[in-house]
């Protein structure tokens, strides 16, 4: 991340600095020395809202870039996984065998947990329109921290 783009996008030089450092380096104060800002500034900016929002932004966006270049080699590895299943040494094909059951039983927890989750937000709905018992209930926006 280039702390030119986040001056674009929110608040000071200074503050766009310390937040591209600390995007990489959770650490405040190494991130601090590679920004030139000093302690106490950083933890006043880290107590305002719209720094913390922007800093949480900047973590996701490259967080999903970080995934997108996974998502890349997920079909290759799939594929040499699959051809270790036919490896003459036996412990080589179960570890293929373990690696490849995990992953699809990780996938069916996360499906199912989906399901579960797409279930409880259509009742919220349901209750916050008033169609269960007359009552309405708070429901956040999506991304809002509580």
């Not at 991130?31 to 996701?60: K, M, N, Q």
Request: aromatic share 4%; with cysteine; net charge positive.
């Amino acid at each position: 991340m280039d702390a030119r783009d986040t001056t674009a996008r929110f608040g000071t030089p200074r503050q766009a600095k310390l937040l591209a450092a600390l995007v990489v380096n959770p650490d405040v104060s190494a991130a601090c020395r590679v920004a030139g800002v000093g302690h106490s500034t950083a933890y006043r900016w880290l107590r305002e809202p719209a720094f913390r929002d922007a800093l949480a932004r900047e973590r996701e966006t490259v967080f999903s870039d970080t995934l997108a270049a996974v998502k890349v080699h997920v079909t290759r590895a799939v594929s040499e996984l699959a051809k270790l299943l036919k490896a003459k040494d036996a412990r080589l094909r179960r570890l293929a065998c373990n690696d490849i059951l995990g992953v699809a039983l990780k996938v069916r927890e996360l499906q199912d947990i989906e399901a579960r989750l797409a279930a409880l937000e259509a009742a919220m709905e349901r209750r916050g329109n008033g169609d269960e018992h007359g009552e309405t209930a708070e429901v956040g926006t999506p991304g809002q921290r509580v």
